[in-house]
């Protein structure tokens, strides 16, 4: 059974950082192209970031592009590190693994159709 379990959701001011973590299992995760995805309330989900299989690629939004960093360990987590965050970021983040074994690319593992194992979800908010 796999399972992705995000964390590291909060409350943040304007301008602060936040780190979020995604722990999966129950797959070969080294393997699995890993991104993160947010849904802010009333609009539909978009993509943030993603990262290679070997964790040496990373693509981004342009929304969090030189903000948000994607990263991945050998321990089955994958990171997401917001710095400058504003009150768009404001969101309900998801982690997610492509079940397509494919080299990573951006009009591909932008989409959200692509991803077949997502987390519940952590929350995301930043005041003014």
């Known amino acids: 059974q796999v399972r992705l379990v995000e964390s590291g959701g909060g409350l943040v001011q304007a301008g602060g950082s936040l780190s979020l973590s995604c722990a999966a299992s129950?797959?070969?995760?080294?393997?699995?192209?890993m991104a993160w995805f947010r849904q802010a309330p009333g609009k539909d989900r978009e993509f943030v970031a993603a990262?290679?299989?070997?964790?040496?690629?990373t693509i981004y939004g342009h929304s969090v592009e030189g903000r948000f960093t994607a990263s991945r360990d050998d321990k089955n987590t994958v990171y997401l590190q917001m710095n400058s965050l504003k009150p768009d970021d404001t969101a309900v983040y998801y982690c997610?693994?492509?079940?397509?074994?494919?080299?990573?690319?951006?009009?591909?593992?932008?989409?959200?159709?692509?991803?077949?194992?997502w987390g519940q979800g952590t929350r995301v908010t930043v005041s003014s």
């Open positions: 997610a693994a492509c079940t397509t074994l494919q080299y990573l690319t951006a009009n591909f593992h932008s989409l959200e159709g692509h991803y077949g194992y």
């Open positions: 990262i290679s299989a070997s964790g040496t690629r």
């Open positions: 129950g797959l070969a995760f080294s393997s699995y192209v």
